[in-house]
């Protein structure tokens, strides 16, 4: 696994309230929300509080553990908006994937995605949960006014919100060599379709596709912040046999 993120507070903000994680295997976006820095609180402290639940509790992969980690995040975040005034209906986004051999575990919770790309498609395996992503279900509005609908960043569940939440990590199939995993906020997807993140991400190290992803959504317009991980799987180096001069 070659793995690569970045961060950028784009174009409009005055701060980034995008939050992240990747190394060992995990891998995690949040996108804060809330007033007087709500939002930076919120999604900095879900990040750890995911990535520290998680390494304490398992070491082989657990579906059950990744669960926990991002429930209990949702509750770090709820008294932390309880305790202080300030702080009060911050939440955030979260999107978290963990590889561990040939194991693939994936949650979310809010509208940071998670694509699979391969072949120059990416498939995404993460639901929006928004109101309009039911609509879009429902068959009430097509794709094309999804995109463009004035309420597509209304989220019907985020972190921190509520005092309990029930998260239901997903497996997904083995990875295969040649694929990547793109984890981003909205920041990066309301302005750059599925098909650009696949070639961005197609025989590029994930550094590299992470800043030239983040350029092009600072180029049309930047109005978000905007975050992505990738994950690329790569053939084994092959190793070099000892042997002898002469």
Known sequence: MNVGAETSIGRVRDTNEDAFWADKGLLVVCDGMGGHQGGEVASDLAVKTICERYFATSGNGSRRALELAIEEANGAVFRAAQSDPRLEGMGTTATVLLLVGRKVLFANVGDSRL????????????????????????????????????????????????????????????????????????????????????????????????????????????????????????????????????
Do not use: K
């Open 115 to 246: 694509y699979r790309c391969v072949a120059g498609q990416c498939t995404q395996m993460t639901v929006d949960d928004t109101l309009v992503e039911q609509l879009l279900r429902a068959g009430i509005i097509d794709a094309e006014e999804a995109r463009q609908h004035p309420v597509r960043n209304v989220l019907l569940r985020s972190l921190g919100t509520q005092d309990q939440l029930g998260v239901d990590a997903r497996r997904g199939g083995s990875p295969t060599v040649g694929e990547s995993f793109v984890l981003c906020s909205d920041g990066l997807y309301e302005t750059i379709g599925p098909e650009e993140i696949a070639r961005a991400v197609t025989d590029r190290e994930p550094e590299v596709a992470c800043r030239e992803l983040i350029e092009l959504a600072r180029e049309r317009g930047g109005r978000d912040n905007i975050s992505v991980g990738v994950v690329a799987i790569r053939p084994l180096a092959t190793p070099v046999r000892a042997g002898r001069w002469g």
